[in-house]
């Protein structure tokens, strides 16, 4: 007899199980099983090296989280029949399947399209394979169905994806200040006039989530060699389109090439670009990578041996703009060193990174008190909510410079 039920041994949550049919089904497909060569935390492990889990563990650990919260609230009566149920696993599934290569480090770098744009035409292209069997799962994603509280148990304030990613990335990375108590945080959710709230009692979890949140921003998503890495490795794809477009013969994965060898706003047809989306994956970049640290140009070669060896460049942050007389030192020194062949844009980046750990603006966080009455969380907690958009503004530059 075969069991109603596939098992997974979950790192982060133990035994995890998937029911037969249409969540087992999109689990086999070869779009999903791509997310097993994505990592989660893209270059993050330059700095916390255990941080080698893929967004294949994360989608997983989302898909068990989403229905602890359906059962927690069924028990409270909310009326969650069986086709909403497995139509919101799936999207909770499906959520992040557009990421591309190391994840958030090359947003917008080879497609123009943002990952849940990617995520939504993934969804749309296997609900043609299923036969239609994710309309519903679709209408949850692109919050278009009358449940509003099933769209924010997929994407919201309190939603399944930051429930995983904080435990799961605190517990790869060893950042023990990201650790949440979301098994409470599930236990206390409720629905209230059509939307996800909190009971009074889960308040303490709660602003023990935001700051997890916010500290995880800086100490793991944003911490400066994470993101030195990222911009390397972004101004490396552009020298080595630069170099492609100009006529120089670059060696690189097909599918990755299909990307590269075109102007980055061009309008390809959405069929195709997905059939090579669909493909590819960090090997890709990594690969590439080894390819191009041998490469004749300077600039490519240097950036590419540096994220292949570990030289990365020294990123400094400021709670102001950069003064132009220090990038303007910078900019002397790369020159003197390593002359004309040294390509300044793609050596040396300034910009800025902001957080905010609670955005009261797009949705807010709401209490649910015994006598019935809703309050924003704001209203109703003595710890600061950090709501204010908090901006670091960056250098970042080849060590060994002697400033």
Not at 75 to 88: H, L, M, N, R, T
Request: negative net charge; proline residues 3%; contains cysteine.
């Amino acid at each position: 007899m075969i069991a109603h039920k596939k098992i997974f041994n979950d790192p982060v949550y133990g035994f995890v199980s998937v029911p037969r049919g249409i969540l087992l089904d999109l689990i086999d497909h070869p779009f999903f099983q791509r997310l097993r060569r994505i990592r989660q935390l893209g270059l993050s492990s330059f700095v916390y090296p255990g941080a080698l889990h893929t967004r294949f563990h994360h989608a997983l650990g989302a898909l068990h989280l989403m229905q602890e919260a359906i059962e927690t609230l069924r028990q409270k009566g909310v009326d969650i029949s069986p086709d909403e149920a497995e139509g919101a696993c799936a999207a909770i599934l499906l959520h992040d399947i557009g990421h591309g290569p190391f994840s958030h480090a090359l947003e917008h770098s080879l497609a123009a399209l943002h990952h849940e744009e990617l995520s939504q035409l993934f969804m749309e292209r296997l609900n043609l394979e299923f036969h239609g069997q994710l309309e519903l799962a679709i209408r949850i994603f692109r919050d278009e169905y009358p449940k509003k509280f099933l769209h924010q148990l997929v994407s919201g304030q309190l939603d399944m994806d930051r429930m995983d990613y904080l435990n799961r990335d605190s517990f790869f990375t060893g950042v023990s200040e990201g650790v949440i108590g979301y098994d409470r945080i599930i236990k206390m959710l409720a629905v209230h006039e059509g939307e996800l709230v909190v009971e009074e009692k889960g308040i303490y979890s709660i602003e023990k989530f935001l700051i997890a949140r916010r500290l995880m921003y800086w100490q793991v998503y944003l911490h400066k060699t994470g993101v030195s890495a990222e911009k390397m490795l972004i101004h490396a794809l552009r020298r080595a389109r630069e170099l492609s477009l100009s006529g120089v013969s670059l060696e690189v994965p097909r599918h990755l090439g299909w990307f590269l060898f075109r102007e980055p706003d061009s309008n390809p047809d959405a069929a195709e670009m997905l059939a090579h989306f669909s493909k590819l994956d960090d090997n890709d970049l990594t690969a590439a990578i080894k390819y191009w640290s041998e490469a004749e140009d300077f600039t490519l070669s240097f950036l590419c041996k540096g994220l292949l060896d570990r030289r990365l460049f020294r990123l400094e942050w400021h709670t102001a703009p950069v003064e132009e007389s220090h990038v303007q030192n910078i900019r002397e020194r790369i020159t003197q060193k390593w002359g004309k062949e040294a390509i300044l844009d793609h050596l040396l980046y300034t910009g800025s990174e902001s957080n905010r750990a609670y955005n009261d603006t797009r949705e807010q966080i709401k209490i649910l008190f015994k006598d019935g009455t809703v309050k924003p969380i704001d209203q109703c907690s003595d710890v600061p909510m950090y709501t204010q958009l908090v901006t670091k503004y960056f250098v970042c530059y080849p060590k060994g410079l002697d400033l």
